[in-house]
């Protein structure tokens, strides 16, 4: 049956389902491995690795977690930034049958620590790096890991440039390694590209597991099987059409035609699936990007990489979009090859499409999705005559979307009206890792269907474009990231001299939202916002830490005592 958003705006060629994604996610690499064998996956410091590289270094990983005992459904981490041996890893965890557990490397030993626990990580990929290692090292204790694989970036460089790198000592590398802990390139040197044989049900097994705050603040894994992913990415393949010269509109040609830029990081499903994994579907190059700020001026080195290789696809945030505009040498650099550009964790400013489109001569086109959904929901048609600025598009292939009542999350309301947002599709999660009364709260049946319940409020428009008003949810988006209000207070409950602590999210012309903390100190105390600011940089990772501390002698509460966040962010809105 027809749906509202099929009408006149509905991307032509677009079908309204999307197929053929029932199979292991590992066959993406397979398939492109099968068919471009020697063309170009990964470039990094201008070493390549084809297709058959990568396959193969994921086929011998697999043997070597085969053969450290991991089995079927265990899970193994990634604690790496977008580093050439991140495909290798994740493919080869998946083709040992594991599932894999992305980690924010930017995580200190108690976070990380979190998630190999909840988890249940049994073996975890480390990048050899003063910090990085150091992190590792203190998160692996009562935990579960048994593996720990440390990845050189010497490895995976020109001979050159290793050679150079390890002499004048500018390669990363840790101050010393735990025994027992293995270097990657010995690990892949040493097994045989033979994956152990398995039996897999995409629709059921998981793939992976990825944390995020939800619906509630309170970190948990969601888990996304070989079919949620692979439907995202195969539902983007029939989606992105565009145009090149005087050619219509084009699905993305496969076997090299196009190089991504992965400035976005993996270990988040934004990066992931529409970065790493959708390149790899279509044969696509790919630029490894670990740090997207480096350079002076910052970000220098992500217009040196869009000019060097040639980039023709980007998918970034806002922040990364408003970054480049404003860059003061960006007249300098050629970014005429880029023709797509997908957007989304926050609003676009028009004013910023508008020039960085005008810069490159590209189209960017904003969507909509959380960790839960793998993560794409809404996407506007990649057209620039048929795409609405303002809105996030329309619904997905296959997907169907119902704006229900805030209360019950039950009662479908009129077109037009504001509701939260309900989705039901095959990108949809398994569930909460280890979650059984999270997920009650956020699934629905609704006339026979399983929907999520987003925790984002919005309407459909008259042509079934998505507008998003308003979030449910107390989360803040920092740059892209998301910062939750309930993990940061519990840190600053740990300060002796904190009676009541809320924190809530304030607008921020540079990352969009930035955090703000509000402290209701115990009888008797003083305290100085640079102390506590001290104190949170020890504690959380930079996106999560207070931009601004505001000292109240009360804090508003509700009749049973709980600190109302909302009337303290419409304050702060005020006073902004």
């Known amino acids: 049956m027809p749906k509202l958003w099929h009408g006149p705006k509905w991307p032509e060629g677009v079908p309204y389902e999307v197929t053929g994604y029932e199979k292991p996610l590992f066959s993406i ?12 996956y990964t470039i990094f410091n201008d070493f390549r690795r084809t297709f058959g590289q990568v396959k193969d270094a994921a086929d011998r990983l697999a043997a070597f977690l085969a053969a450290q005992g991991i089995r079927p459904k265990d899970r193994a981490a990634i604690f790496l ?44 990929f480390v990048m050899d790096h003063p910090e990085f290692y150091a992190t590792a090292v203190k998160a692996v204790v009562d935990s579960d890991v048994e593996t720990v694989v440390i990845c ?20 990363p590398k840790a101050l010393h390694h735990e025994p027992g802990h293995l270097m990657y390139e010995d690990v892949v040197r040493s097994a045989r590209p033979e994956p152990p044989t398995l039996s897999i049900d995409p629709l059921k097994d998981e793939a992976l597991v990825l944390y995020t705050g939800g619906t509630t603040g309170v970190p948990k894994g969601a888990c996304l099987s070989h079919a949620n992913l692979l439907s995202n990415v195969l539902s983007t393949e029939q989606w992105v059409r565009l145009r090149q010269g005087s050619k219509p509109p084009q699905m993305i040609e496969k076997g090299g035609a196009h190089t991504y830029i992965g400035v976005l990081p993996w270990y988040h499903s934004f990066g992931l699936t529409l ?14 990007i670990p740090d997207p700020k480096a350079g002076n001026p910052r970000f220098t080195e992500v217009l040196k990489s869009i000019e060097k290789y040639k980039v023709t ?18 007249d300098r650099f050629d970014l005429s090859s880029i023709v797509g550009c997908g957007s989304g964790a926050a609003p676009l400013p028009v004013e910023v499409i508008r020039q960085f489109e005008e810069k490159t001569g590209s189209v960017i086109f904003e969507g909509y999705g959380l960790t839960e959904t793998s993560p794409v929901i809404t996407l506007n048609p990649t057209d620039p005559d048929t795409r609405k600025i303002g809105s996030v598009g329309m619904p997905y292939l296959s997907v169907d979307i119902k704006i229900v009542d805030l209360d019950t999350g039950m009662e479908e309301l009129p077109q037009g009206e504001d509701g939260e947002i309900a989705v039901c599709g095959p990108q949809v999660m398994l569930g909460y890792w280890n979650k059984a009364g999270a997920n009650q709260q956020v699934f629905r049946q609704i006339e026979g269907k399983r929907y999520f319940l987003t925790g984002d409020i919005g309407h459909f428009d008259e042509e079934g474009f998505v507008i998003i008003t308003d979030r449910k949810k107390d989360m803040i988006i920092v740059g892209g990231f998301n910062a939750y209000p309930k993990e940061i207070e519990e840190v600053l409950y740990t300060h002796p001299k904190v009676a009541l602590a809320a924190v809530v999210g304030v607008p921020d012309p540079h990352t969009g939202e930035a955090v703000k903390a509000f402290i ?3 009888p008797g105390e ?15 990772s930079g996106y999560k830490r207070p931009r601004t501390i505001e000292f109240r002698e009360n804090l508003p509460t509700s009749v049973v005592g709980k600190v109302l966040r909302r009337v303290l962010r419409e304050e702060a809105l005020t006073k902004e």
Do not use: W
């Open 152 to 171: 050189n970036v010497k490895s995976h460089l020109p001979m050159m440039k290793a050679l150079l790198g390890s002499l004048l000592g500018k390669i």
């Open 313 to 330: 696809i980007m998918v970034g945030v806002p922040t990364i979009y408003s970054a480049l505009v404003n860059h003061p040498l960006i």
């Open 29 to 40: 690499l397979d398939e492109a491995a099968r068919d471009y064998p020697d063309s170009t």
């Open 526 to 540: 003083t305290a100085s916002e640079a102390e506590f600011l001290e104190f949170c940089r020890t504690r959380l």
């Open 520 to 522: 209701q100190l115990k």
């Open 81 to 124: 930034p977008n580093l050439p041996h991140y495909p290798e890893i994740f493919f080869g965890i998946l083709k040992a049958g594991g599932v894999c557990v992305t980690c924010n490397p930017l995580y200190n030993a108690s976070e990380l620590n979190f998630q190999l626990k909840d988890s249940g990580a049994r073996a975890v």
């Open 275 to 288: 970065c790493m994994l959708t390149s790899c579907r279509n044969a696509s190059k790919l630029v490894c």
